[in-house]
C-alpha cells in the first residue's frame, strides 16, 4: 500500500519562501512519476508541476515557471515543491501525487492518471 503525506504549508506573506515535502511510503518513489496539483477555493484543480523518475524531465504550468521548482530524493523517498516569490494566487491546497510507469522519461499531465494521493496541504499567502 503507498501512502503519499506532505508537509510544508503554512501561511506567508507575497514574496516569501515556502518548500513543501511529499514522503511516500509502501513503495520506493524510483519508478514514480511525481506530480504537484492544486486546488483554490471553489476553483478545479489544476496541475503545478510533474515529473519523470528521469529527474531532468519536468513540467510547470505557466503562471509558477521562474518560481516553483520539484525535485526528488530516491534515498529518502520524498519530493519537494521549492516555492519562491509566492503570490496570493498561489494561495491553495497543494496535493502530492504519484504513478507508477516504467516510462522513466514521461510526466503525467492529468490528475486522472495518478494512481496515489496524499492529503494535501494549506498554503496561504497574503498580499
Known amino acids: 500500500q503507498v501512502h503519499l503525506v506532505e508537509s510544508g504549508g503554512g501561511s506567508v506573506q507575497a514574496g516569501a519562501s515556502l518548500r513543501l515535502s511529499c514522503a511516500q511510503s509502501g513503495r520506493t518513489i524510483s519508478r514514480y512519476a511525481m506530480a504537484w496539483f492544486r486546488q483554490a477555493p471553489g476553483k478545479e484543480r489544476e496541475l503545478v508541476t510533474a515529473?519523470?523518475?528521469?529527474?531532468?524531465?519536468?513540467y510547470y504550468t505557466d503562471s509558477v515557471k521562474g518560481r516553483f521548482t520539484i525535485s526528488r530524493n530516491n534515498a529518502e523517498n520524498t519530493v519537494d515543491l521549492q516555492m519562491n516569490s509566492l503570490k496570493p494566487e498561489d494561495t491553495a491546497v497543494y496535493y502530492c501525487a504519484s504513478k507508477f510507469t516504467v516510462h522513466g522519461s514521461i510526466y503525467y499531465l492529468n490528475s486522472d492518471e495518478y494512481d496515489y494521493w496524499g492529503q494535501g496541504t494549506q498554503v496561504t499567502v497574503s498580499s
Open positions: 515529473g519523470a523518475w528521469n529527474a531532468d524531465n519536468t
